[in-house]
């Protein structure tokens, strides 16, 4: 079993984690009464959503502005063969409800300029139908990384799974599910994992399927589509968990905050974060597509580039 490492990380971060720290096991749920503040902000973002929607800028405007977010993580337990590494990471594209085939050519384009060695995507590729991805097969094909490009389900991806791995592998992606695999450089390695979507009953994450035989103490990046599902694999050594789900809310409002987010994403909600030790990263990425709404508002669609490194000392 991968068991929790001792040695710590620093970070150097140009950006960070916000939202709602609530414990997690207490997500806003249907059914259960709402408080005061968050039954006023539902009623705000109603009224801004529709008179943006109206506008247009959250529909055709900030939908459309990709926010491109650069961040450099250091750690300890990081190889030296693996010191410079660049990973991207992408979520939530949801294709057919806001996003289609034009949208994949310009998020394709970013992810190529940034030039990764490591492609990570982590969950909800289609909002409901696995045809939705059939148009953008030939173009995520066409991106490249050394490392290579892996891939979980969200908790969209379920109802065509089987379909939908496959489109995926076509498109050249490993599709982990309470799974890993290592990666290799300069006689060094490194592991990657992945589980099954968190809201899911069947099959659900298996957290010692996933993890169980990597190396004691190796570096290793979990992709979950969760973020709050952290909390739930303290006990094993993971380095960072790159999630997504959340869309950061969708709507935030001033001073006040998303009014609203998906189980699962309760208490992590946008942006970086420790959880537990100091060398365990939890990244939040708001996702490049839209669902339930078609429209965004103070946030914005998102890509992430990080550069990881290694620390001394």
Same mark, same amino acid.
């Given at each position: 079993?991968?068991?929790?490492?001792?040695?710590?990380?620093?970070?150097?971060?140009?950006?960070?984690?916000?939202?709602?720290?609530?414990?997690?096991?207490?997500? &806003?749920?249907?059914?259960?009464?709402? @408080?005061?503040?968050?039954?006023?902000?539902?009623?705000?973002? @109603?009224?801004?959503?529709?008179?943006? %929607?109206?506008?247009?800028?959250?529909?055709?405007?900030? @939908?459309?502005?990709? /926010?491109?977010?650069?961040? @450099?993580?250091?750690?300890?337990?990081?190889?030296?063969?693996?010191?410079?590494?660049?990973?991207?990471?992408?979520?939530?594209? $949801? %294709?057919?409800?806001?996003?289609?085939? /034009?949208?994949?050519?310009?998020?394709?384009?970013?992810?190529?300029?940034?030039?990764?060695?490591?492609?990570?995507?982590?969950?909800?590729?289609?909002?409901?139908?696995?045809?939705?991805?059939?148009?953008?097969?030939?173009?995520?094909?066409? %991106?490249?990384?050394?490392?290579?490009?892996?891939?979980?389900?969200?908790?969209?991806?379920?109802?065509?799974?089987?379909? %939908?791995?496959?489109?995926?592998?076509?498109?050249?992606?490993?599709?982990?599910?309470?799974? $890993?695999?290592?990666?290799?450089?300069?006689? &060094?390695?490194?592991?990657?994992?992945?589980?099954?979507?968190?809201?899911?009953?069947?099959? =659900?994450?298996?957290?010692?399927?996933?993890?169980?035989?990597?190396?004691?103490?190796?570096?290793?990046?979990?992709?979950?589509?969760?973020?709050?599902?952290? /909390?739930?694999?303290?006990?094993?050594?993971?380095?960072?968990?790159?999630?997504?789900?959340?869309?950061?809310?969708?709507?935030?409002?001033?001073?006040? =905050?998303?009014?609203?987010?998906?189980? =699962? !994403?309760?208490?992590?909600? !946008?942006?970086?974060?420790?959880?537990?030790?100091?060398?365990?990263?939890?990244?939040?990425?708001?996702?490049?597509?839209?669902?339930?709404?078609?429209?965004?508002?103070?946030?914005?669609?998102?890509?992430?580039?990080?550069?990881?490194?290694?620390?001394?000392?």
């Amino acid at each position: 079993m991968n068991e929790p490492a001792q040695n710590k990380s620093s970070v150097n971060a140009s950006g960070g984690g916000y939202g709602n720290l609530a414990d997690s096991s207490s997500p &806003e749920t249907g059914g259960k009464k709402i @408080t005061r503040r968050q039954f006023l902000a539902r009623g705000a973002a @109603t009224l801004i959503g529709a008179g943006l %929607l109206t506008g247009g800028y959250s529909w055709q405007g900030e @939908t459309r502005w990709l /926010d491109i977010t650069h961040l @450099t993580l250091a750690w300890k337990e990081l190889p030296a063969a693996f010191s410079g590494m660049k990973l991207v990471h992408f979520s939530d594209v $949801h %294709l057919g409800f806001n996003k289609d085939a /034009d949208d994949v050519k310009r998020l394709v384009r970013h992810i190529r300029e940034a030039e990764p060695d490591l492609i990570c995507f982590s969950g909800d590729i289609v909002d409901s139908y696995p045809e939705d991805l059939a148009e953008s097969v030939p173009l995520f094909a066409g %991106l490249t990384a050394p490392m290579g490009k892996f891939a979980v389900l969200g908790n969209h991806d379920y109802k065509h799974a089987e379909q %939908l791995v496959g489109l995926l592998e076509a498109a050249g992606f490993k599709v982990l599910r309470n799974d $890993h695999i290592l990666l290799r450089k300069g006689g &060094e390695a490194i592991a990657v994992a992945g589980m099954e979507d968190y809201l899911i009953n069947s099959p =659900g994450p298996d957290p010692k399927a996933a993890m169980g035989g990597i190396p004691p103490g190796m570096f290793t990046v979990l992709l979950m589509h969760e973020p709050d599902y952290a /909390d739930f694999v303290l006990e094993y050594s993971i380095q960072l968990q790159l999630s997504g789900h959340s869309h950061g809310g969708q709507i935030r409002i001033p001073f006040v =905050g998303p009014p609203f987010v998906p189980d =699962g !994403s309760a208490k992590y909600i !946008s942006g970086l974060y420790t959880v537990g030790e100091p060398n365990r990263k939890l990244y939040v990425n708001r996702g490049f597509g839209e669902t339930y709404m078609p429209f965004r508002f103070l946030c914005r669609p998102e890509l992430t580039v990080f550069t990881l490194r290694r620390t001394e000392g």
